[in-house]
């Protein structure tokens, strides 16, 4: 699996925005795909998580209920949505798979494969 993240960019606070990755390879669609971010001078933390069907989804704290993590197996892409952004949203967002356990963790060393990351930037 090979991962390309995309969809960032600047937007108020309060504001919305999408961002989505796109992946290739037959496993996408068995894989534990996650969203991570990591603001300057913190550690990259879990945003969301979703299993291989889609069924089953897990959010930090501080996103849930803001956020939404969704996918279409059909075209190998994961989405976040985010909605009522706060300044502290503000980080790049990077897109993970777990393509060998059927759980969804939070700790991004269980992610083998990530994408490039995109740069959400929320302002005042």
């Known amino acids: 699996v090979q991962l390309q993240a995309s969809g960032g960019g600047l937007v108020q606070a309060g504001g919305s925005l999408r961002v989505s990755c796109a992946g290739s390879?037959?496993?996408?669609?068995?894989?534990?795909m996650g969203w991570f971010r990591q603001a300057p001078g913190k550690d990259r933390e879990f945003v969301a998580g979703?299993?291989?069907?889609?069924?089953?989804?897990r959010y930090s704290d501080s996103v849930k209920g803001r956020f939404t993590i969704s996918r279409d197996n059909g075209k190998n892409t994961v989405y976040l949505q985010m909605n009522s952004l706060k300044l502290e949203d503000t980080a790049v967002y990077y897109c993970?798979?777990?393509?060998?356990?059927?759980?969804?963790?939070?700790?991004?060393?269980?992610?083998?494969?990530w994408g490039q990351g995109t740069q959400v930037t929320v302002s005042s």
């Open positions: 979703i299993n291989g069907s889609g069924g089953k989804t």
């Open positions: 993970a798979a777990d393509l060998r356990s059927g759980f969804i963790y939070v700790s991004a060393s269980v992610y083998g494969v």
């Open positions: 390879g037959r496993s996408f669609s068995t894989s534990i």
